[in-house]
């Protein structure tokens, strides 16, 4: 093992145990570092998960598509040797699945900001597929706004994405196109989820990374058929909008934690951690047996082979740790303890090596996911030797040669240890809370 994680791993000898088994037959770093991060992280994660949700007396439990892929993977490991009494389901769904069929049912100043929230990259042409316009209403959108259709896919500066959005929020043409499409996604989304059983009257609880809890408030929104939800995530920026929207439970951090924890996080990463085989689901269909299922976008070949060996990996892991634990023995603080250890050495600490694992991830922040950059960006380590002057000026004093810094695509800086005298250790990890945190408001 790697000797940062292996002095976090073995603080639970039956962690350490799994990952050492699973380790020998490993040879590329990204799956290593799956055997010895993503799967005891997302293990004790969904550990502490089934406990709650048995504990408050759920019966059932959704694990949200994409990210909730591997999850439950590691549920149905620990279920099938541990006393686990929830039923455990997977629902196609993604912020534009859920989105799109209720804006019509949410009113405009919110459908508003849902379609006009500021991104990378963003296009013209991205923010009307968010509202999954075709061809021929974004041409009469076009005409009716003057706009030139060939400049639908040149990048928007802030200025032009400003003077674009007081344009589409003063259109009467694309208030009115927005509403059409979302009552006519409506029928089929709804009958999607009435026919898995969320609209039976069963007390559930659906599973997910997190980050702002839209998706609970979209799901919620839908239909008011759907009983009180219990969500359950795996951090959290925001606070939730609305008590309506349900329960929100959270497991590493919640916008009331620490900057410490908060700022040497990094959710893009972690989503590549979770990544599914599978493609992102755009809208659903009825079939040929007057069933409905999930449309998906066609997965990146690159994701799909990565995220297979994650998945992979993951349930091994959980096949041979599940046996060992005692369930009902959770730890709470003890574990925390651990994945926080395991999370700040990749996404805080990472050198060089790590970021290559991870770094050709194709990854995209928008709901739509028309555009798709790498996890790590051309020339980060450049750009962070240019701006970190404290920490350069700390190294030429030294006689020190610069340690290598990332910067993971759109998130938390990621540096390495550096070798600094004890005095020195206070004073540069205040300097990388602050300056982390002021990446982080730009990344949320």
């Known amino acids: ?258 900057a410490a924890v908060i700022t040497k996080f990094n959710n893009n990463l972690f989503e590549c951690m979770c990544a599914a085989p599978h493609g992102m689901t755009i809208g659903y269909r009825k079939t040929e047996d007057n069933r409905y299922a999930p449309v998906m976008k066609a997965v990146d070949s690159t994701l799909a082979a990565r995220s297979e060996t994650q998945v992979r990996i993951c349930r091994e892991f959980a096949a041979v740790c599940a046996p060992k634990i005692r369930y009902e023995g959770f730890d709470p603080e003890r574990m925390h303890r651990l994945t926080r250890g395991l999370l700040t050495g990749l996404m805080y600490r990472t050198d060089s090596r790590e970021a290559r694992a991870f770094g050709d991830f194709p990854f995209c922040d928008d709901v739509t996911e028309s555009y798709s950059d790498t996890l790590v960006l051309e020339g980060a380590e450049r750009i962070l030797r240019e701006h970190l002057f404290l920490h350069r000026l700390l190294r030429r004093l030294r006689g020190k040669k610069p340690s290598t810094e990332l910067y993971w695509t759109y998130g938390t800086l990621a540096v390495s240890k550096l070798p600094l005298k004890p005095l020195c250790r206070p004073a540069l990890r205040c300097w990388d809370v602050v300056r982390c945190w002021g990446y982080r408001l730009k990344s949320i």
């Open 1 to 258: 093992m790697e000797k940062k994680y292996a002095g976090v791993l073995r603080q639970f000898p039956a962690y350490a145990q799994a990952a050492e088994e699973l380790l020998p037959a490993l040879s590329d770093d990204h799956a290593r570092l799956t055997a010895q991060v993503t799967a005891p992280v997302l293990f004790t994660y969904v550990w502490h998960v089934l406990l709650q949700a048995e504990r408050i007396g759920l019966r059932r439990l959704y694990f949200l598509a994409r990210d909730g892929y591997v999850m439950l993977g590691i549920a149905r490991e620990i279920a099938r040797v541990c006393p686990v009494s929830l039923e455990l389901r997977y629902l196609y769904c993604s912020r534009a699945s859920l989105r799109m069929p209720s804006y019509h049912r949410i009113g405009e100043e919110e459908t508003m900001e849902l379609l006009l929230h500021r991104g990378t990259n963003l296009t013209m042409r991205h923010i009307l597929d968010r509202a999954s316009l075709d061809d021929a209403q974004r041409t009469a959108l076009y005409d009716s706004l003057g706009f030139d259709a060939a400049r639908e896919q040149e990048a928007l500066d802030e200025p032009g994405f400003a003077e674009v959005c007081m344009q589409l929020r003063r259109s009467k043409l694309f208030h009115r196109q927005v509403t059409e499409n979302s009552a006519a996604a409506y029928e089929a989304a709804a009958a999607y989820f009435a026919q898995e059983g969320l609209m039976d009257g069963t007390p559930f609880g659906i599973v997910d990374t997190g980050w702002t809890g839209s998706m609970q408030r979209s799901l919620r929104q839908l239909s008011e058929q759907i009983p009180s939800i219990n969500g359950f995530y795996f951090g959290m920026y925001a606070r939730p909008q609305a008590a309506a929207d349900g329960v929100y439970h959270t497991w590493y951090f919640s916008h009331r934690s620490p």
